[in-house]
């Protein structure tokens, strides 16, 4: 075993010492990329260096350095295919290459070797994605309901009725509901931390439902490991929802820093420093070219120094604030500036926080991923709708004409569907509006949950939600609605003591059939009242 460590050990030391030859090789290629336009034999030849990258850096434990490969390669490959312009290309990847000469510098400087292990490897019962749930509950009939809903979801849920028979099954589990009351909470307790350590790594989320909701019932959740509460009777969309979004949600996209300061070397620092931290970060060192990057990057978060020569700092960060599309991005002061007028004067100006120079770079990280987090729960509140977690109103003009845009220049397809709830004035007269509310929030969730990345939902109004979906048909477009739509009125509601269930009718229009805003939602408009006319609980195409 000695022995096969010690040349796996070194297999690695080899790749580290090679590796900035190969990142050079990447970035000749990309300068011959661009001088010739993205011609075809360069392309191929970057998508080549930038694949192996992948799967090399990965195997040799640079996992930073292969997720921005992977990145480029990606990009490369959709403006192969046409996809993306040249230079919508060229700006995305630029700060990428950035990141990738970090993520292998990073990389050298920590050693990765000597945190490998290479000792036998052992297999985890565990695979990343298994959507399987388990619930500890004597209460049977609770059970078989939330069975039912979750598969609806693709969850499949197993249930115990006491954590004494947890160790045969625990290991195939992401996440766990321990079901308390009140008769059983102490021995429930016990038997669960007799077999589940919540300090330990690797546990499975833990959810805990009481039906009692006090601050001791929610100080012993904390203190078995609980990372979510819920007292019955249980909302069972929000119970979703959560078991969904710690467990079986891809992870979050990587944090986005922007740095604005005059100093190379220091901006350069702390870029490494977020970069190895995970952080994604692109530095300008001259204030006066912000407005570019800024609108190519995107940040979360903007690092910027009080003073420079060209414009200060509380200057750039107004002119920011007259930007709407950046009123939800974090603007952090970072100076050696001590003055707290100074301070006041910046915050005034539009600044979020202000750090000073010389915190340890465990507190800057820290602070800085609270305010990106922040950031990104202020942008999620301004942009979607806080009942069904789909897209506002506010977001479809913009996404409409950019897709139209990018559609008419590539000349590709989408189509737009209408979708509307049937007869759900009487669902909230009978049932009342809370019960709406839940009927609303499980379809929301069932479209984010069956749609891919690149299609866009947005509730329209009301009982009303418009769906974008990108490179589809109508024909298409038809079979992924009418799959919805079976499995959403297939879902039981409860409510005054009845169960109920709700259907929905869609209209469907296609770009460039219809090549415009208005004569898209006016066709699919129609479309949607033919299939109202017709007896609800269907679509059609217009």
């Known amino acids: 075993m000695a022995d096969s460590n010690q040349q796996l050990k070194a297999l690695c030391d080899e790749y580290a010492a090679q590796l900035p030859e190969k990142i050079k090789a990447v970035d000749l290629t990309w300068l011959a990329f661009k001088e010739n336009k993205g011609h075809e034999e360069l392309t191929l030849e970057l998508i080549r260096k930038t694949h192996n990258l992948v799967g090399s850096g990965a195997t040799f434990g640079f996992a930073r350095l292969s997720e921005h490969a992977a990145e480029i390669e990606t990009l490369l490959r959709q403006f192969r295919q046409n996809e993306l312009t040249l230079q919508t290309t060229i700006d995305k990847i630029e700060p990428l290459l950035i990141s990738l000469k970090h993520s292998a510098l990073s990389s050298q400087q920590d050693s990765p070797t ?64 321990l079901d308390l009351n009140t008769e059983n909470n102490q021995t429930i307790e016990a038997a669960f931390l007799t077999r589940v350590n919540p300090l330990a790594p690797d546990q499975p989320h833990l959810i805990i439902l009481s039906d009692q909701d006090n601050m001791l019932a929610r100080l012993s959740a904390i203190r078995l490991g609980g990372s979510a509460f819920f007292t019955h009777p249980i909302n069972m969309v929000e119970l979703i929802k959560t078991v969904r979004e710690k467990c079986f949600e ?48 995107q940040p979360d978060l903007i690092l910027l120094d009080l003073h420079m020569p060209s414009c200060s700092g509380i200057e750039l960060a107004a002119v920011i604030r007259q930007q709407c599309l950046y009123s939800g991005t974090s603007i952090v002061f970072f100076s050696v500036e001590t003055d707290i007028d ?30 990106a987090l922040q950031a990104r729960e202020l942008q999620t509140l301004m942009l979607n709708d806080p009942l069904t977690g789909l897209a506002n109103r506010t977001n479809l003009s913009n996404t409409l004409s950019t897709l139209i845009a990018s559609c008419h220049r590539h000349q590709r397809h989408f189509t737009y569907v209408m979708l509307d709830l049937d007869h759900f004035k009487q669902v909230n007269d009978q049932f009342g509006h809370h019960a709406g509310d839940e009927v609303l929030r499980a379809l929301g969730l069932l479209i984010q949950q ?25 024909s298409e477009a038809s079979i992924v609605i009418g799959e919805l739509l079976q499995v959403f009125q297939e879902l039981v509601f409860n409510a005054n003591q009845q169960s109920f269930s709700v259907s929905f009718s869609a209209g469907i229009a296609e770009y460039p059939l219809f090549s415009d805003y208005l004569s898209l939602a006016e066709a699919a ?18």
């Open 525 to 542: 408009d129609k479309a949607l009242y033919k299939a109202k006319k017709g007896g609800r609980g269907r679509i059609c195409l217009a």
């Open 250 to 297: 891809k992870a979050e996209p990587v944090y986005r820093v922007l740095i604005v300061d005059d100093d190379v070397q220091f901006s350069e620092h702390t870029a490494l420093l977020l970069e190895r931290a995970g952080i994604r970060t692109r530095v300008i060192n001259d204030p006066m070219d912000l407005i570019e990057p800024l609108a190519v990057f």
């Open 450 to 474: 069956r749609l891919r990345s690149v299609d866009t939902a947005i509730r329209y109004g009301g009982e009303e939600i418009v769906i974008l979906l990108p490179d589809t048909h109508t």
């Open 114 to 177: 000597n945190d490998l292990d290479f000792s036998s490897p052992t297999v985890s019962t565990v695979q990343q994605g298994l959507k399987n749930t388990l619930l500890i509950s004597s209460n049977q009939a609770f059970a078989a309901a939330l069975a039912v809903k979750l598969k609806a979801y693709n969850i499949k849920l197993d249930v115990l009725t006491s954590p004494a028979e947890l160790p045969s099954l625990q290991d195939e589990h992401l996440c766990i509901l």
């Open 342 to 371: 100074r301070h006041i004067d910046a915050l005034r100006a539009g600044g979020n926080d202000f750090f000073i120079k010389g915190i340890t770079p465990t507190q800057l990280i820290a602070k800085v991923e609270a305010k």
